[in-house]
């Protein structure tokens, strides 16, 4: 057949651009990560996709937008996020020192302000005027109202109806912060639906609208650029290791939902083959329940959002409805990089239960006085089954590194029905419930 | 108008590709007037009332049918589409349901209604692209409409449809670069479906003029034949479109319709209705006459 599609466009040549194995794992450019990522989307999208790929490299070559970004993450987001080493949770770790690279510090309370601010520095030099988010549950649309209000932008956050009723004091957040929060009412009324509905009125709007994706998924460039924008976590955190105890860590351990605090937090270490990386996905009931966003343990490679990655589907390609404790993890794909270090052996990715995170959320709140969102207790759970492990291996002077992508305040409502805390009246008079990240 | 075919035209064009969809867009080209092309869900209302509605438009005066596979993530679909095959997985569609549907359709049109198939692409690289692309061809489909499928992730599907036979109808938007227009056409085999706006499915008011540029900007990187889409639902659009695309392509207003809360018959009633006034549109695009809502002069034949 003719090679239709050996054009010398730039998007014709893509199909034989597949990763580039010659270069640092850290350093791998999109749109392909081994056979995940691309730009699964309509042809719309796609002016508004190479505008944005040639603004992001442009900006990472600017020197006042690179020093623009890191003036803003020091005075404004507070960065560097300290390094805090937890030994009294430490002890239920079988014997490994564990630091937690604290992103819950962060201004907004999670990672990703990160992103956010540096996405939002680039809509300003496109010259856009609108930006719309999707969330889950609210943190990513709290940050992304946060940056529209500090950069005069408009700001539509689109959330599943259920999660706005449910979380009505991040709603009130985002309108505090200037933000119009609209309620999505279709589909199964989830994270998922949210960014459907965010990707349609992208579709109509791309002109003066950036879609602000939130996490690592999404088409070529958001996983590579979202990355970027995060990897500021792991290059402090190798830093700070090196500083504190002199040498790398054995394990880094991360949530992933989309995958954004993980994949910031690796990047720096992809490189440094004795560092092993743990993913922790949300095993919600637990695997054999059907109940959970394991892509890893119970998905398959497709396509949903614009990227081929792993993914919850039926038999038809139908994607599954997802379910964690965790709305932030509560997601059915997951970035593609993710999917790329997963089939590599890179990093390892492991199912957490919602119960098996909720007892690490604990155990870090009455040992260590810190509270943790759901999400990074997922991260924490896994790091205590990482230690124990290694000290059932006989292995000593063992180090983990778990990135507390999120701080827990959010999160009060649900932990204290979980734990019996609260009476339900209560519970229903503060109008919150079940929160998260992504 | 532009002229016939040439023997190497790339792409959209067709009649050397044995495209079943470009040889009747072309005699209706001769004829003088434009095609019309319905989009309807499979599986909705059930998988049976989705033949009846295919074959009732057709009757209607419709020329090209555009079958959608239900999907649960339709991006590129507004509200009233989205309802519709969110109503048919909940009925239990499954995708295999749309070959027998295709199979059925082809039967009793004789074979004489290119039958498309629209479908998000996860569905399909779920069953396998060459797999889909054997069962729809044998089905008697003619191709597959892919809105969220560029060429440059196409390179299975491209292989797939060489190999079946199948048309490839690619998307190109009013956003689209000369270069984006001329790697889409040179992808395309069938014809290239020219969205009307930047947006979603969906009822509109106005079909604005960035359609007509679109079109002509498409033709000039290439393309042979152009179809419309998106926002298209009276009989005046369908006319005004008519004029200068080589099928228009309506969706939601064929299945708003089909949505209501009436008895089945009642519904496909005004299905046929809507099919007849779009129809007379059509016929009426280059004729220089009135658009009117009577039937269409020409109705579709059905053995049914």
Redesign the interface.
């Given at each position: 057949?003719p090679d239709?599609?050996s054009?010398t466009?730039?998007?014709?040549a893509?199909?034989s651009v597949r990763a580039d194995l010659t270069r640092s794992l850290a350093t791998q450019e999109g749109p392909y990560f081994g056979e995940f990522g691309?730009?699964?989307?309509?042809?719309?999208?796609?002016?508004?996709l190479?505008e944005l790929e040639t603004e992001y490299r442009k900006a990472l070559d600017d020197p006042a937008f690179v020093g623009e970004l890191a003036r803003l993450q020091r005075e404004y987001t507070g960065r560097p996020s300290p390094l805090t080493e937890v030994p009294r949770f430490a002890e239920h770790a079988g014997g490994s020192r564990v630091f937690l690279k604290r992103e819950d510090l962060n201004h907004t309370g999670s990672h990703k302000i990160n992103n956010v601010l540096g996405q939002a520095l680039l809509v300003k030099r496109m010259g856009k005027t609108r930006v719309i988010a999707e969330t889950g549950a609210g943190q990513h649309g709290v940050a992304t109202a946060t940056a529209a209000a500090l950069l005069d932008l408009e700001c539509v956050v689109y959330m599943g109806e259920e999660d706005t009723r449910r979380q009505a004091l991040n709603v009130a957040r985002m309108r505090l912060l200037g933000a119009e929060v609209v309620p999505v009412t279709?589909?199964q009324r989830t994270l998922?639906?949210a960014i459907?509905e965010a990707?349609?009125d992208w579709?109509?709007?791309?002109?003066t609208t950036h879609y602000l994706l939130g996490t690592v998924t999404g088409p070529h460039p958001f996983p590579e650029m979202v990355r970027e924008f995060h990897r500021v976590i792991g290059e402090e955190a190798r830093t700070q290791i090196l500083d504190r105890i002199g040498r790398l860590p054995d394990a880094l351990a991360a949530c992933v939902g989309g995958g954004s605090n993980a994949l910031g937090l690796f990047n720096a270490f992809l490189d440094d083959e004795g560092v092993e990386l743990y993913g922790f996905e949300a095993g919600g009931e637990g695997i054999e329940t059907g109940r959970h966003a394991a892509r890893f343990s119970g998905g398959a490679p497709?396509?949903?959002?614009?990227a081929?990655s792993y993914?919850l589907?039926d038999?038809?390609?139908?994607?599954l409805p997802s379910h964690s404790v965790s709305a932030g993890l509560d997601y059915p794909s997951v970035g593609p990089a993710h999917s790329w270090l997963h089939d590599l052996g890179r990093a390892t990715y492991q199912p957490v239960t919602d119960a098996e995170a909720m007892e690490a959320f604990r155990l870090l709140c009455r040992t260590e006085g810190i509270i943790p969102a759901i999400e990074s207790a997922h991260a924490l759970a896994g790091a205590l089954r990482v230690g124990r492990a290694a000290a059932e291996a006989g292995r000593t002077d063992h180090v983990i590194l778990v990135n507390l992508s999120g701080r827990g305040d959010k999160d009060v409502a649900t932990a204290a029905r979980w734990f019996d805390l609260v009476d339900d009246e209560a519970i229903a008079e503060t109008a919150t419930g079940t929160e998260g990240q992504l | 108008m532009s002229a016939a075919p040439t023997q190497d035209a790339p792409?959209a064009s067709t009649a050397a590709t044995g495209s079943v969809t470009a040889r009747r867009l072309l005699e209706l080209r001769a004829e003088g007037r434009a095609g019309l092309v319905a989009y309807l869900p499979v599986g909705f209302p059930t998988v049976e009332r989705s033949i009846e509605a295919a074959l009732a438009v057709v009757e209607s005066g419709v020329d090209v049918l555009e079958l959608g596979v239900p999907?649960?993530?339709?991006?590129?679909d507004?509200?009233v589409i989205?309802?519709a095959a969110?109503a048919a997985?909940d009925g239990g569609v499954?995708?295999a349901d749309v070959f027998r549907v295709v199979a059925a359709v082809t039967e009793r049109t004789g074979g004489r209604v290119p039958v498309l198939v629209m479908t998000y692409?996860?569905?399909?690289?779920?069953?396998g692209v060459d797999a889909f692309a054997r069962d729809l061809a044998a089905a008697g489909g003619a191709g597959l409409i892919t809105?969220?499928?560029?060429?440059?992730?196409?390179?299975a599907w491209?292989?797939a449809s060489?190999e079946h036979g199948l048309d490839r109808v690619?998307?190109?938007?009013?956003?689209?670069?000369p270069?984006?227009l001329?790697?889409?056409v040179?992808?395309s085999r069938g014809f290239v479906y020219a969205?009307s706006t930047?947006?979603?499915t969906g009822v509109r008011e106005e079909v604005g003029p960035q359609a007509a540029r679109l079109v002509a900007d498409t033709r000039a990187a290439g393309a042979d034949l152009v179809c419309v889409g998106l926002g298209v639902s009276t009989g005046r659009q369908a006319s005004e479109v008519g004029r200068y695309a080589d099928g228009v392509i309506v969706g939601s207003a064929f299945v708003r319709p089909m949505l209501a809360d009436a008895p089945w018959d009642e519904r496909l009633a005004a299905v046929r209705a809507v099919g007849a006034e779009l129809a007379a549109g059509v016929r009426s695009a280059r004729s220089g006459a009135e658009q009117t809502t009577d039937a269409p002069t020409t109705p579709g034949e059905v053995d049914a």
């Open positions: 057949m239709l599609t054009s466009t730039p998007g014709g893509e199909h691309g730009r699964y989307v309509p042809e719309a999208l796609v002016a508004a190479d279709i589909g998922k639906d459907n990707l349609r579709v109509a709007n791309v002109e497709g396509v949903l959002h614009g081929r993914l589907q038999d038809d390609g139908q994607t | 792409g999907y649960t993530d339709p991006v590129m507004g509200p989205q309802a969110q997985l499954r995708v692409w996860n569905p399909v690289l779920r069953y809105p969220d499928l560029i060429p440059d992730e196409g390179r491209l292989d060489e690619f998307l190109v938007a009013p956003s689209s670069t270069e984006r001329a790697l889409t040179r992808a969205a930047m947006g979603v």
